[in-house]
């Protein structure tokens, strides 16, 4: 049996105040993403897909996020009409008030689809032969949740949830005994992962946080698991590029060298920004030096750009280890000279003292 793993696809989502035809670019992206990923869905031909929260970017989802998820139930439907879709509500999609369905209870009225978006129910599948619990965010908002149980008569049992999987009992955490499952599909997480053995978050399938530039390492794209095997595979969906450039360094009230080194450094970006989120970050200057970048050149730079972010990083002292081999250096120097003046000595212990640093993690 294979089970495709998704979670986290925002649909709604929007950023940044760019549209095209009337629509947020960055919503258009991120439903792309989504019918990409069932496009590659319909390649696998999974016997089971999952959807593990937040499937929509807000508990009243836009029409055009509606459209979205209509058209991938749609194609799913038509090509894989022998394939259950089961889908939990997440913190972002759960309807505001405990007597509300939500939205997403709307879409059951797709053959083979079920959903779960303010309690708890379990789901049997293969004449009995599956059993899947499906855990929505509601469900485990207040306190830690009960341990799911998984149903001793199935030939399988698959958890699927919204949850932080954390040890003890942390607030809002889920407590699930791994080995009682054959999967466990959680959501909440942007980026791919394994907990353990069996119990994997997918990551969503755009970068849909609020900063993506940190994200802009990470692939984006959903699970499949072969679940005789015990095998886990990463598929990768393409997304909007993001950008993240290497910290700049300039003196403070350099305009001329700023300048050259923006040109420089975003020259060398391969394939160039065009219609890229681009972020970058300076050091060693002060906020009222970026006015040297104002004019042609950053207008220039915001209009190839999708998104062009600035971001001045303050100084951040060094690590011990590096000050333990600068302090080792300097000695070294004062040591070949003869030891240095008793002041050189002074100015040595006072810039860089010995061990325990005042900045030293505890």
């Not at 997918?202 to 698991?225: C, D, I, N, Q």
């Given at each position: 049996?294979?089970?495709?793993?998704?979670?986290?696809?925002?649909?709604?989502?929007?950023?940044?105040?760019?549209?095209?035809?009337?629509?947020?670019?960055?919503?258009?992206?991120?439903?792309?993403?989504?019918?990409r990923?069932?496009?590659?869905?319909?390649?696998?031909?999974?016997?089971?897909v999952?959807?593990?929260g937040?499937?929509?970017?807000?508990?009243d989802?836009?029409p055009?996020?509606?459209?979205?998820l209509t058209?991938?139930?749609?194609?799913?439907?038509?090509?894989?009409?022998?394939?259950?879709?089961?889908?939990?509500?997440?913190a972002?999609?759960?309807?505001?008030?405990?007597?509300?369905?939500?939205?997403?209870?709307?879409?059951?009225?797709?053959?083979?689809?079920?959903?779960?978006?303010?309690?708890?129910r379990?789901?049997?599948?293969?004449?009995?032969?599956?059993?899947v619990?499906?855990?929505?965010?509601?469900?485990?908002?207040r306190?830690?949740?009960?341990?799911?149980?998984?149903?001793?008569?199935?030939?399988?049992?698959?958890?699927?949830?919204?949850?932080?999987?954390?040890?003890?009992?942390?607030?809002?955490?889920?407590?699930?005994?791994?080995?009682?499952?054959?999967?466990?599909?959680?959501?909440?997480d942007?980026?791919?992962?394994?907990?353990?053995?069996?119990?994997?978050?997918?990551?969503?399938?755009?970068?849909?946080?609020?900063?993506?530039?940190?994200?802009a390492a990470?692939?984006?794209?959903?699970?499949?698991?072969?679940?005789?095997?015990?095998?886990?595979?990463f598929?990768?969906?393409?997304?909007?590029?993001v950008?993240?450039?290497?910290?700049?360094?300039?003196?403070?009230?350099?305009?001329?060298?700023?300048?050259?080194?923006?040109?420089?450094?975003?020259?060398?970006?391969?394939?160039?920004?065009?219609?890229?989120?681009?972020?970058?970050?300076?050091?060693?200057?002060?906020?009222?030096?970026?006015?040297?970048?104002?004019?042609?050149?950053?207008?220039?730079?915001?209009?190839?750009?999708?998104?062009?972010?600035?971001?001045?990083e303050e100084?951040?002292?060094?690590?011990?280890?590096?000050?333990?081999?600068?302090?080792?250096?300097?000695?070294?120097?004062?040591?070949?000279?003869?030891?240095?003046?008793?002041?050189?000595?002074?100015?040595?212990?006072?810039?860089?003292?010995?061990e325990?640093?005042?900045w030293?993690?505890?």
């Amino acid at each position: 049996m294979i089970l495709a793993h998704l979670s986290d696809l925002h649909l709604g989502h929007g950023a940044f105040d760019r549209a095209v035809g009337g629509r947020n670019v960055r919503e258009r992206d991120v439903a792309e993403a989504f019918h990409r990923a069932v496009e590659a869905l319909v390649e696998i031909g999974p016997d089971l897909v999952l959807v593990a929260g937040d499937v929509f970017d807000r508990h009243d989802p836009s029409p055009s996020a509606l459209v979205a998820l209509t058209r991938g139930l749609e194609v799913l439907g038509a090509e894989l009409p022998d394939t259950p879709v089961l889908m939990v509500s997440g913190a972002r999609d759960t309807p505001r008030r405990a007597d509300d369905p939500g939205a997403l209870a709307a879409l059951e009225s797709f053959p083979r689809v079920e959903t779960a978006t303010t309690v708890s129910r379990s789901v049997t599948l293969r004449d009995g032969t599956v059993h899947v619990r499906m855990m929505p965010h509601r469900a485990i908002l207040r306190g830690v949740a009960p341990a799911p149980e998984p149903d001793p008569t199935a030939d399988l049992n698959i958890l699927l949830a919204y949850a932080r999987v954390k040890p003890g009992r942390s607030p809002r955490s889920l407590r699930i005994g791994s080995d009682q499952w054959d999967y466990v599909a959680l959501g909440s997480d942007h980026a791919a992962r394994e907990i353990t053995a069996g119990v994997h978050y997918s990551g969503a399938l755009e970068r849909v946080g609020p900063a993506p530039w940190t994200e802009a390492a990470e692939e984006k794209g959903f699970l499949t698991r072969d679940i005789v095997a015990a095998k886990t595979t990463f598929h990768r969906v393409p997304g909007r590029p993001v950008v993240a450039l290497a910290p700049i360094r300039a003196r403070p009230g350099d305009g001329e060298g700023l300048r050259a080194r923006v040109k420089e450094v975003t020259g060398e970006v391969p394939g160039g920004i065009e219609d890229k989120i681009v972020h970058m970050t300076f050091q060693g200057i002060e906020p009222t030096d970026l006015i040297a970048l104002q004019g042609e050149l950053l207008s220039s730079l915001r209009s190839r750009a999708l998104h062009l972010s600035l971001e001045i990083e303050e100084d951040v002292p060094p690590s011990d280890t590096r000050v333990r081999d600068l302090r080792a250096g300097l000695r070294e120097i004062l040591d070949a000279s003869g030891g240095g003046t008793a002041e050189q000595q002074e100015l040595l212990e006072r810039l860089l003292p010995p061990e325990p640093l005042p900045w030293a993690p505890a």
